[in-house]
């Protein structure tokens, strides 16, 4: 057998439908009966293996605690069945958020989404972000469109799942609009107007769109400061209350939005029309070495302090990069420009749009393992900012043998094509700017949310000052107002939240009985040990693999693949050293392959389990064109002491 068989798939639910398959409905009657005795003598959900015999004898072979389960979506008044489709790895986010993050993420996200007409109720499941799709799978007109606008952030794994969702009879379209779905209303016929304004506007004039954009940011940088006279906790609390309030609805918004979204459609929209002129390969080299990108400009400042260190060099490639970080924070660290680069990009991290999550900051930990990183480079052709030049040069080259074939070729087509793409160049790399600048009042709201802490701290209210963080901004109200004491509750969803870290790999989509819908879709026959995913960045390399959970220490050495389940801006500075990328998650235009084109280095995306059948140190082939990452023969044991 090669390993790949159909099976049959029973959700035993209160629905009745249609026998099919290998089991008859008095049979299933019977193991949801024993299913559910089970769980109710454990006192938990139970793994149950089981076997009926050729006189129809039910035997239990054996039943053990489910430690794994992914948490099952909360109950819905709404009308069951429904769906939800993971947000959080749009961030490059599978750490569970904290309570604080999810209570601000929720209200930020659903804002951003009606804001582009569409409005999607945001689930907290296991401390992740889930979209609640249904309506819109329901809903003739947007079902219509919906796979396809999944591949812009979400992915090809995402496409797949809600693909099979659409064709599932329960998800069937219902008669007439619903509320989701139904036909525009005056605010979304108002934002259509604007996005189209703002989109043209900045096509036709891209210099100008960055120059208003950057205008904004460093507004929005000022603006964010909380007022000098905060003196009480009551006074911080309304500021926190009053900033997750803010739907951001000026025009600063738009001269930050649209461009964003000029150059993401100028980037997507090339690949259909030089269908059967360029392959992807081509399109992916000339997105690459794209100028304007902040994440970019973060990590080759990165780079130059770490160039500069001169006789630091040492200290800092021998000294573990936590015990570097307190050295730093206490001031008794030789100045290396540490205090210049926080200065301008300290309000990023690792899950940076967590509000319960550590700035770089607060503890640049995560930043001195990367430095030690680059420091291991001595091949100065190898040096992200080579690496990068490269790139930008492959991208023009690439850009103009591209437009002369599809001119001579496709005229029409080819001056489109040859407009967007150079538009692409100008406007694309502005992608990671709108993440950068909302991260400003994050940065302010968790520095006074700290704050309050310390107070209910100082109160005997809370443990730690931290603790704030595990509470929403309603309970602190509470708090701060009434004098309730939530240590408990403190306690119970800080042990849920350590659980979590723990969790590996995250649903794509869940319906709400709990079904994993990727579980469900038709397994790919097995191959020769390749393993399939999307190619995003072009290129072929072979080296050793090195799978990360966690950048914070990482250890990345000049040539390896770095293998990780998603990856976010706070993970780019270990791009600058690694030979390839591989994500189990992702879609081509999210950070991490994004910046893989920036410096020219072979991408694949979507790769199911990379990090659990990839080992650190095992040989393997990365092939950006074709989508597959080969292994090659046995793992090499890991190496003490990394990640």
Same mark, same amino acid.
């Given at each position: ?308 260190? @001169?006789?630091? %060099?040492?200290?800092?490639?021998? &000294? =573990?990069?936590?015990?570097?970080? $307190?050295? /730093? +924070? *206490?001031? !008794? ?22 509000? @319960?999550?550590? %700035?770089?900051?607060?503890?640049? &930990? =995560?930043?001195?393992?990367?430095? $030690?990183? /680059? +420091? *291991?480079? !001595? ?25 002369? %074939? ?11 094509? $040859?407009?967007? +793409? *150079? ?221």
């Amino acid at each position: 057998m090669d390993g790949a068989a159909a099976v049959d798939h029973y959700i035993l639910d209160d629905v009745t439908r249609t026998e099919a398959g290998c089991l008859t409905s008095t049979q299933l009657a019977r193991l949801r009966g024993t299913g559910e005795r089970l769980q109710a003598h454990f006192g938990c959900p139970q793994d149950v293996e089981w076997a009926i015999d050729a006189d129809d004898v039910l035997w239990l072979l054996q039943s053990r605690p489910i430690t794994s389960l992914f948490p099952a979506p909360p109950l819905s008044e709404k009308p069951l069945p429904r769906v939800y489709l993971e947000f959080g790895h749009v961030q490059g986010m599978l750490q569970p958020v904290t309570p604080m993050g999810m209570s601000t993420l929720r209200t930020q996200i659903a804002a951003m989404l009606a804001a582009l007409g569409v409005r999607v109720e945001i689930v907290d499941i296991g401390g992740r972000l889930y979209g609640d799709l249904t309506d819109l799978a329901r809903d003739r007109s947007s079902r219509k469109r919906l796979v396809k606008l999944l591949a812009v952030d979400f992915g090809p794994r995402a496409q797949a799942a809600m693909q099979h969702v659409l064709a599932d009879p329960r998800f069937a379209p219902t008669s007439g609009g619903t509320r989701h779905g139904g036909a525009p209303g005056a605010a979304s016929l108002r934002t259509a107007r604007r996005a189209v304004v703002g989109i043209l506007r900045a096509l036709a004039r891209p210099e100008a769109a960055r120059t208003r954009m950057f205008e904004a940011i460093e507004q929005l940088r000022v603006s964010s400061a909380a007022p000098a006279d905060l003196r009480t906790t009551a006074d911080r609390l309304r500021f926190v209350q009053a900033q997750d309030a803010d739907a951001d609805a000026d025009d600063s918004a738009d001269a930050i939005m649209w461009p964003i979204v000029a150059g993401m459609l100028a980037a997507a929209l090339p690949t259909a029309l030089l269908k059967g002129v360029a392959g992807p390969d081509e399109i992916h080299t000339v997105l690459g070495g794209m100028p304007h990108n902040i994440t970019i400009e973060m990590d080759l400042a990165l780079w130059r302090l770490a160039q500069g260190v @001169g006789e630091h %060099r040492q200290l800092l490639l021998d &000294t =573990p990069p936590a015990e570097l970080a $307190a050295l /730093y +924070l *206490r001031g !008794t660290l030789p100045d290396i420009g540490m205090a210049a680069f926080l200065d301008v990009y300290g309000h990023r991290g690792v899950a940076e749009v967590d509000l @319960g999550v550590p %700035r770089w900051a607060e503890d640049p &930990t =995560p930043v001195f393992a990367a430095v $030690a990183n /680059y +420091l *291991r480079v !001595t091949d100065p052709q190898q040096g992200p900012d080579q690496r990068f030049q490269r790139a930008a040069s492959a991208a023009e080259t690439a850009l103009e043998e591209l437009v002369t %074939r599809t001119r001579r070729r496709r005229p029409v087509r080819g001056r489109a094509a $040859a407009f967007l +793409l *150079r538009r692409a160049r100008s406007l694309a790399g502005l992608r990671e700017a709108g993440k950068f600048a909302g991260l400003y009042p994050l940065r302010e709201t968790r520095r006074q949310l700290l704050l309050i802490g310390a107070d209910l701290h100082g109160a005997g209210l809370l443990d730690q000052p931290d603790d704030i963080m595990f509470l929403t901004l309603d309970e602190v109200h509470t708090v701060v107002h009434q004098g309730v004491d939530l240590r408990g509750t403190v306690t119970s969803r800080r042990t849920v939240h350590r659980r979590e870290l723990r969790r590996r790999t995250v649903p794509v989509a869940l319906l709400s009985d709990g079904t994993d819908v990727e579980t469900v879709l038709t397994a790919a026959p097995a191959g020769d040990g390749t393993l399939a995913g999307v190619g995003a960045s072009a290129g072929r390399v072979t080296g050793p693999a090195r799978v990360v959970h966690d950048p914070s220490t990482a250890h990345v050495e000049p040539g390896e693949v770095l293998v990780a389940a998603t990856t976010d801006p706070g993970w780019t500075p270990l791009f600058l050293t690694a030979a390839a990328l591989v994500t189990e998650t992702g879609a081509i235009m999210a950070h991490g392959p994004t910046v893989a084109r920036e410096y020219g280095i072979p991408a694949v995306i979507c790769v199911p389990d990379a990090t659990r059948t990839i080992t650190t140190g095992q040989l393997v082939t990365v092939d950006g064109g074709a989508g597959t990452v080969t292994p090659h023969g046995p793992s090499a044991p890991e190496q003490e002491g990394r990640q």
